[in-house]
């Protein structure tokens, strides 16, 4: 009994020892197993692709997604309040104007060839909130939109390191209607920007260069356009700038600004010299015959006053017609119909141009030695009729185009261009040009005016300089 007892107490403590050791082992594996599952769990949790960063990821996604879908409902709501306002539709956020180049090249947003600004030149423009109120020339640049728009008559203007004002006469192409060509009756003139130096129009038309030699008259133009000869100094030129005023004397040397008296009393070879010494970096000159024209027919367009240019009648011949700021209140005087037009080309005093007919007559090398000896792009020479006239000298250059002479007229002598303008074409002894007529020219007086006259000074003759910028 006793050894059964003892057997019996022997299994169980092999069996207690046999069951504790599994235990140990299981415990183990369990540790192991839960350290490798907490090591998972941490890593899909915690890691930089886990739950939590991808919860955060899933929260910025939502509030973008929401500040996204306000903007979107304010734009809407904008949009609606602009088009009930007769605004438009669109974004609130305007888009930046885009800066505009300054030398002569297209700009396809003003639909002209951008103002080349010469060196020492400056953009100015007309600010009507300016000098308190009573508006005044602020200086601008090209990324000011507001700089210039010729379909809104307002021409583009700048000035010299001197302070003298100028006005840019960007390239185009023409076109006068049958009811205007060579007639008394004025009418409006078609006009193409061109694109740079290029044949290539704004519209998108070609137009074939003018040649003398094959084309004798007028209706013959391809495309009923020409491109206005003024826009060629020595090369094809952008565009040119035109002095806004009359020429003042400032000691002795031209100024172009305005209420102040022009200046007169000086020969055609003074004139000339003085205009060519101006400032030769920027191409300075005495005003062509051609250079008048094309002025003129820009102001008879849709992007000029498009009507008769008023009279400058200041008898102490004050440019812009009075002293001081006069010119503001005389928009009417200017070839736009307000103060971003050239001024005086009607009334003030009468200008000489750099044109005259080549007759041999003494006067010729007596009061225009330098302009008769001058380069051929500084000057317009006409043809002497073999019977030498007033009417044979017009018909003789009825081929001469752009200058507002044969085509804008009926004759050589008489009432009979555009506005019953005078008409008095170079010849004998009075073989050179000047335009626009003096202050008490009445009637007979403005922008289709032709006069000659012997190149001697005159105290109501004076004159204006062009710059051509390449």
Known sequence: ????????????????????????????????????????????????????????????????????????????????????????????????????????????????????????????????????????????????????????????????????????????????????YHTSTATEISIEFMKGTSNETATGQTIVEYNDSTTTNYTQFPNGYVIHPAFNYGQPVSGIWVAKFEASNSNGKIMVQPGVQSWRSITVDSIYTNCLNYNKTLNSHMMKNDEWGAVAYLSRSKYGKNDEVTINSNSSYYTGGGSGNTYVNNGAQSTTGNVWGVYDMSGGAWEYVAAYVDNGNGNLTSYGKSLVNGDPKTKNVYSKASSENQTNNYNANAGVYGDAVYETSTSGSGATSWYSDSSSFPHTSLPFFYRGAYFGGGSSAGVFYFECYYGVSNSSVSFRPVLATI
Not at 3 to 29: H, S
Request: net charge negative; proline share 4%; glycine share 10%.
């Open 1 to 180: 009994m006793e050894k059964t007892f003892l057997l019996q107490k022997d299994n169980r403590k092999a069996y207690c020892k046999k069951t504790q050791g599994i235990t140990l082992i299981a415990l183990v594996v369990t540790i192991v197993v839960l350290l490798i599952l907490a090591g998972i769990t941490i890593s899909l949790v915690f890691s930089e692709n886990g739950i939590i960063a991808k919860a955060r990821e899933a929260a910025d996604k939502t509030k973008e997604a929401v500040i996204n879908e306000q903007t979107q409902m304010n734009d809407v709501t904008a949009a609606m309040e602009n088009m009930l306002n007769g605004i438009g539709g669109g974004s609130t956020t305007p888009e930046p104007e885009p800066e505009l180049p300054s030398d002569g090249s297209y700009s396809e947003s003003k639909g002209v060839n951008t103002p080349n600004l010469g060196e020492g030149m400056t953009a100015i423009k007309w600010d009507e909130t300016a000098n308190g109120g009573a508006g005044d020339w602020v200086e601008t640049d090209g990324s000011d939109s507001d700089w210039y728009d010729y379909s809104a008559k307002k021409w583009a203007n700048a000035k010299t390191t001197d302070g003298s004002m100028w006005v840019w006469i960007p390239r185009y192409a023409y076109n006068i209607p049958s009811t205007g």
